[in-house]
């Protein structure tokens, strides 16, 4: 019904205006708007996008959208202009130069051809509108899909879903159609939003391993309350409000990191989510987050040194659950490697032994049938040497040897 209404002010009204306008402005309008729409795209993309940087607009999401609405407006108005002009030249002519009775001649026929080509641009402007609606409402419909929205959101979805049932959307895709990542985007946008559970999955994905090891994105897990609102629901206005998340989409660095990174692996992703399996890097057996074994790696010290004492191992075994009981291990498809919360003694004079915990971070590197690691941490660097099956991890150095197993 809303779309009903829609078409039939925008035809009586640009109808009317053309009326008033007269036939020439409503021409010069009809091929503008038309013109408009076309060369928005690769005008926007060649002419403001590298502009905008410059002016203090730096966000590559307000930059994508912006570009064209920009150059479209500038196309309007040049043709708007030009209509003008002609129209007034025109007008000029038959008022004193034609005579009383063309220029009456004229004026009926002018008004009522521009009645005719106002409603073409009424046409023209309701495709326009409806594609806008489609697009957006693409979006609002997976990712605030609730009546708990706000009345905006609520109108979005209100007038995508009467655009379906009017079969104008056929129309708004036949005019013209946003990229294929812009959909998928919202797909992958809407799963995630009406799954809550696939957010644990979706960090464990080997190109977002690195990623989860940014404060700012640990901060966001750690925030109970937007981990609550997620998972029950909430409207999407009430997560964008969230202190932590706001400071996220603020980040320009951290969303082009992201953008980056889905623009690359967006199926893959998808697959991802979907099966728990990734075609693109579940080949490469070290990707992923690895916890402590404490009885392989109790039992590899045996191997290493075994003249050691019962006594003396109880007591390693005792000490090595209780120091790497938080001590994981992840290497993400980006190279990065990040050895966690692993155990260092600290000996200072007058004191006894303190055990400090200390995250070292580096680069994993493929050397045949093994990994190569360089890890760095406080002004030192270590290097390790890591084979896996896939399911378990050892790590040796000159010094020791650790064994992780694949984090489920």
Same mark, same amino acid.
Request: a positive charge; glycine letters at 8%; charged letters at 15%.
């Given at each position: 019904?809303?779309?009903?209404?829609?078409?039939?002010?925008?035809?009586?009204?640009?109808?009317?205006?053309?009326?008033?306008?007269?036939?020439?402005?409503?021409?010069?309008?009809?091929?503008?708007?038309?013109?408009?729409?076309?060369?928005?795209?690769?005008?926007?993309?060649?002419?403001?996008?590298?502009?905008?940087?410059?002016?203090?607009?730096?966000?590559?999401?307000?930059?994508?959208?912006?570009?064209?609405?920009?150059?479209?407006?500038?196309?309007? *108005?040049?043709?708007? @202009?030009?209509?003008? *002009? *002609?129209?007034?030249?025109?007008?000029?002519?038959?008022?004193?130069?034609?005579?009383?009775?063309?220029?009456?001649?004229?004026?009926?026929?002018?008004?009522?051809?521009?009645?005719?080509?106002?409603?073409?641009?009424?046409?023209?402007?309701?495709?326009?509108?409806?594609?806008?609606?489609?697009?957006?409402?693409?979006?609002?419909?997976?990712?605030?899909?609730?009546?708990?929205?706000?009345?905006?959101?609520?109108?979005?979805?209100?007038?995508?879903?009467?655009?379906?049932?009017?079969?104008?959307?056929?129309?708004?895709?036949?005019?013209?159609?946003?990229?294929?990542?812009?959909?998928?985007?919202?797909?992958?946008?809407?799963?995630?939003?009406?799954?809550?559970?696939?957010?644990?999955?979706?960090?464990?994905?080997?190109?977002?391993?690195?990623?989860?090891?940014?404060?700012?994105? !640990?901060?966001?897990?750690?925030?109970?309350?937007?981990?609550?609102?997620?998972?029950?629901?909430?409207?999407?206005?009430?997560?964008?409000?969230?202190?932590?998340?706001?400071?996220?989409?603020?980040?320009?660095?951290?969303?082009?990191?992201?953008?980056?990174?889905?623009?690359?692996?967006?199926?893959?992703?998808?697959?991802?989510?979907?099966?728990?399996?990734?075609?693109?890097?579940?080949?490469?057996?070290?990707?992923?987050?690895?916890?402590?074994?404490?009885? @392989?790696?109790?039992?590899?010290?045996?191997?290493?040194?075994?003249?050691?004492?019962?006594?003396?191992?109880?007591?390693?075994?005792?000490?090595?659950?209780?120091?790497?009981?938080?001590?994981?291990?992840?290497?993400?498809?980006?190279?990065?490697?990040?050895?966690?919360?692993?155990?260092?003694?600290?000996? !200072?004079?007058?004191?006894?032994?303190?055990?400090?915990?200390?995250?070292?971070?580096? !680069?994993?590197?493929?050397?045949?049938?093994?990994?190569?690691?360089?890890?760095?941490?406080?002004?030192?660097?270590?290097?390790?040497?890591?084979?896996?099956?896939?399911?378990?991890?050892?790590?040796?150095?000159?010094?020791?040897?650790? *064994?992780?197993?694949?984090?489920?």
């Amino acid at each position: 019904m809303t779309i009903w209404i829609l078409a039939l002010v925008l035809l009586a009204s640009l109808a009317g205006l053309g009326y008033r306008q007269g036939a020439t402005r409503a021409a010069f309008s009809f091929v503008g708007v038309v013109l408009a729409a076309c060369l928005a795209p690769p005008l926007g993309r060649l002419l403001f996008k590298p502009l905008l940087p410059h002016v203090g607009v730096h966000s590559q999401w307000i930059i994508w959208l912006t570009a064209p609405l920009e150059a479209f407006a500038v196309v309007l *108005v040049l043709f708007k @202009v030009a209509g003008f *002009v *002609v129209h007034r030249k025109v007008s000029l002519y038959y008022k004193y130069k034609a005579g009383d009775l063309r220029l009456a001649l004229w004026q009926r026929l002018h008004h009522r051809l521009g009645l005719c080509v106002g409603l073409l641009n009424g046409a023209v402007w309701l495709v326009l509108l409806s594609f806008v609606i489609y697009n957006f409402s693409y979006w609002t419909t997976q990712i605030a899909p609730s009546d708990s929205e706000t009345r905006t959101t609520r109108f979005i979805n209100r007038l995508g879903q009467d655009l379906q049932s009017t079969g104008l959307d056929k129309a708004a895709r036949a005019a013209a159609a946003m990229p294929d990542l812009y959909y998928k985007l919202a797909d992958l946008a809407g799963l995630l939003v009406q799954n809550p559970a696939l957010s644990g999955r979706l960090g464990s994905y080997p190109a977002f391993l690195s990623l989860e090891e940014r404060s700012d994105l !640990q901060q966001l897990a750690q925030d109970g309350a937007f981990i609550s609102a997620w998972k029950n629901h909430a409207p999407a206005g009430q997560l964008a409000d969230d202190p932590q998340f706001k400071a996220i989409l603020e980040n320009d660095g951290l969303i082009d990191t992201v953008w980056d990174i889905l623009q690359a692996n967006l199926d893959d992703l998808v697959t991802y989510l979907k099966t728990g399996h990734s075609p693109k890097y579940g080949s490469e057996k070290i990707l992923g987050r690895w916890d402590f074994n404490v009885s @392989v790696t109790a039992a590899m010290l045996l191997q290493r040194q075994p003249t050691i004492t019962a006594a003396q191992m109880r007591a390693a075994r005792a000490w090595m659950s209780q120091a790497y009981d938080q001590t994981s291990f992840v290497a993400g498809a980006d190279g990065q490697a990040f050895l966690k919360n692993m155990p260092q003694i600290k000996t !200072q004079p007058g004191q006894p032994p303190a055990t400090e915990m200390v995250t070292w971070q580096g !680069q994993w590197k493929a050397a045949g049938t093994h990994y190569d690691l360089s890890l760095s941490a406080n002004g030192q660097s270590k290097s390790w040497t890591a084979q896996t099956d896939g399911l378990r991890l050892r790590l040796k150095s000159p010094q020791e040897t650790l *064994v992780f197993d694949r984090e489920e």
